[in-house]
């Protein structure tokens, strides 16, 4: 009876021990999904970022869509002036924690809220135009004529999910190289 009585009490201590750990792997498993998932929602910000400057330099405005309306995505004024160049390298940061946050764009991919924050870092002629090899030297090829200008654009990305006990968060920055005309961008670092 005593032997029945200690067999069992160690079979309940080793299905308690089971259940608890199964417990804690799915909400590590949630966790993780949740962490993917602000990963993502950066990167889509990160996409949208580059189409915004391209748009911006084609047009030489923010896209109306997203600036228009009772609800605007994105605060104007700031964001044109450092897309079209009356700005560099702006000390902004799109982390709610930093000091002197003032993000461009506040996007809500569900459950994420997305800071976005776009700083043009400077412009450079491109490289490998036409009159800067008959030139031989960097001084030539500085307008478009020459191969055109390159503007290197940093874009900031934190997205981050505050449903629940621990907030969550993914943050993405890149360097683009984007033409000045909003043809392409590509991306740097």
């Known amino acids: 009876m005593l032997t ?30 949740l962490r993917e998932g602000s990963v993502n ?19 030489a405005a923010i896209p109306t869509a997203l600036s ?12 044109q002036s450092e897309i079209i160049g009356s700005s560099d390298a ?8 930093a000091s002197g946050n003032a993000p461009n764009a506040v996007l809500t991919i569900s459950p994420y809220t997305v800071n976005m924050d776009i700083d043009r870092l400077y412009a450079k002629p491109k490289a490998g135009g036409s009159l800067q090899f008959a030139g031989g030297y960097e001084g030539t090829a500085g307008g478009a004529a020459g191969g055109g200008i390159e503007i ?7 997205a981050r999910v505050t449903s ?13 190289a984007c033409v000045a005309t909003g043809d392409t961008c590509q991306r740097q670092i």
């Not at 702006?90 to 924690?97: I, K, Q």
């Open 4 to 33: 029945v009585l200690m067999l069992t009490i160690i079979l309940t201590v080793i299905g308690i021990a089971a259940i608890t750990t199964t417990s804690l792997d799915i909400k590590m498993a949630g966790g993780e999904r």
């Open 90 to 97: 702006n000390p902004d940061s799109a982390d709610p924690n």
């Open 164 to 176: 629940g006990s621990t907030p969550i968060s993914g943050r993405i920055t890149g360097v683009y």
């Open 152 to 158: 290197l654009y940093r874009i900031d990305c934190y």
């Open 41 to 59: 929602a950066a990167e889509s910000c990160m996409s949208s970022a580059v189409q915004i400057i391209q748009q911006t330099l084609q047009s």
């Open 68 to 79: 228009g309306g009772a609800n605007p995505v994105i605060t104007v004024s700031p964001l």
